[in-house]
């Protein structure tokens, strides 16, 4: 059974036929463990994007996420924080469960998921507004006033995204002032700012040149630390230096998941070879 | 490519290039002779009639005295009840439409049904108007109720202009809000207006100078054309400056086509002052993303 989803607003509860089988579903969770995912389907319209997809994300990891375009990684992250239904005619059926909750469930807001998952998109999109402003937005929107808890808010999320250093003097500029690798880590920076517990990126590199590339990738080690990460690259080299674990996505489906390293140097599907040795993709 | 046949129709196509450029300079200059000739005409007319007393003073029987006070002010009233009303009614649309409304056949129903709305005659408006808010609701030949018939007129002019505004907010700022666990609320509120407000501020200004310029539908509901006192609520009768330009015009007397130049060029006057402030506003404003 399928729920049916078009708009954010209107998420019909998710009632996934195979719950009763999955003990695990909500009977507390796993330690150690930020997403279970069993059984996950999506389609956009007809067309099947994500094909019975298992994938376990563990705590204080950094967990890429590599395969060729079009084969479902940013549909697959973006479901992870449900942005994912902002597409409108998507279907979702499936386990999917953050800290042991089922995030589908109706009586789990999905802005309060949010609230735990921090996102970082392909592009940078920081607000039209000042650098402070963008900081301050995710406090702001939970409800913080108090300027002095703001104040100390943008000052730890910005030294957390190494970014302090160069804006300190100038809080009050607008944001697309910076350049693009400044306006990625503000980004990241914003994001941290609302104290998540996951980190998702999506391709957070892809438009940036190699120093500003090489800034992320060191911050993303520094990050994991307190942060559990997944990040979608194309960079099989980036994935290979940064993460812990690596999943490859081809078509829609997981083909093989493992410790980073083991992927890399001793792949256990053919497939994984031919695109990590770069036969295809 | 032959490159003796191409230069021999270069040529032409050089000559066909001048021609058509020559026409649209044509079309362009013909309709500024145009424009020029009639605001030369009625400025040329106007001149020794419009003063200081000619804004202070309320209509006369004589025209030496005759005065737009009234007109003018009672077009302020006007303002003041469409301003508020269309502005909240077309934006409230518009983001229910961009925001909230699930993209279906009803929303589509209602979209081209506001598209159609911008091309109804005024006068239809009139009568609405007349019907609903003179008659049924009896509010009189008011400022309440000619205020209410032109926002009705205005309405989905900005609910237009508005949504255009919002499509050009980029999404990716609605995902990362949305991506913080904002509500769809305070996305709009925090993040989508401040992007969409200087485009929906143009749309509603010059939405309002329709407003103003607009005659007909106060005919239709018998707005006097002659007041000589100022109204002193909403429910009071009034005039405004088309109105009294329309009833200087229709005087026998070779000097009341004077004072109604001098009521045009206030009217114009009034409302090239309101498209400038538009403009201000989208230059100050314009690309931001
Ligand atoms: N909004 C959408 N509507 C319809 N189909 C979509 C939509 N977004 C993605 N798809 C389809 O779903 C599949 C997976 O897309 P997805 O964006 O997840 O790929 P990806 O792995 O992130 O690719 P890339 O590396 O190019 O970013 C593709 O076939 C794509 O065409
Ligand atoms: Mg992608």
Redesign the interface.
Known sequence: MMATK?????VAPLTVGSTAAMPTAESGEAKGVVYETKDLNLWYGEHHALKHIHLTIYENKVTAIIGPSGCGKSTYIKTL?R?VE?V?NVRIAGHLAYRGRNIFDPSYPV?????Q???V?Q?P????KSIYDNIA??P???GIRNKKVLDEIVEKSLRGAALWDEVKDRLRDHA?GLSGGQQQRL?IA??LA?EPDVILMDEPTSALDPISTLKIEELIQELKKQYSIIIVTHNMQQAARISDKTAFFLNGEVIEYAETSKLFSNPADQRTEDYITGRFG | MDKLLVSKRMKGRLVQNAILQAIFFFATVLGLIALMLLLSHVVMQAIGWLDGDFLNNFPSRRPEEAGMKSGLIGSLWLMMIVAPVSFILGVGTAIYLEE?A??NRFTAFIQTNISNLTGVPSIVFGLLGLTIFVRELGLGRSVLAAGLTMSLLVFPVIVVAAQEAIRAV?Q??R??????????W?TIC??VL??ALPGMLTGAILALSRAVGETAPLVVLGIPTFIAYLPSGVLDTFTVMPLQIYNWTGRPQEEFQHVAAAGIVVLLGFLIMMNSVAVLIRNKFQK??
Do not use: D, W
Request: charged share 25%.
């Open positions: 078009t708009k954010e607003t209107k924080n942005m902002l409108p802005e309060q998921l949010r609230t998952i921090g996102m998109f592009k999109n920081p607000f039209p937005y995710g702001r929107i939970h697309y980004c914003r994001c609302i | 909230y699930l993209k980029p990716q700022l995902e990362a809000s949305y991506a913080m666990g904002a509500t769809k305070q925090r993040v401040p992007a931001r993303f």
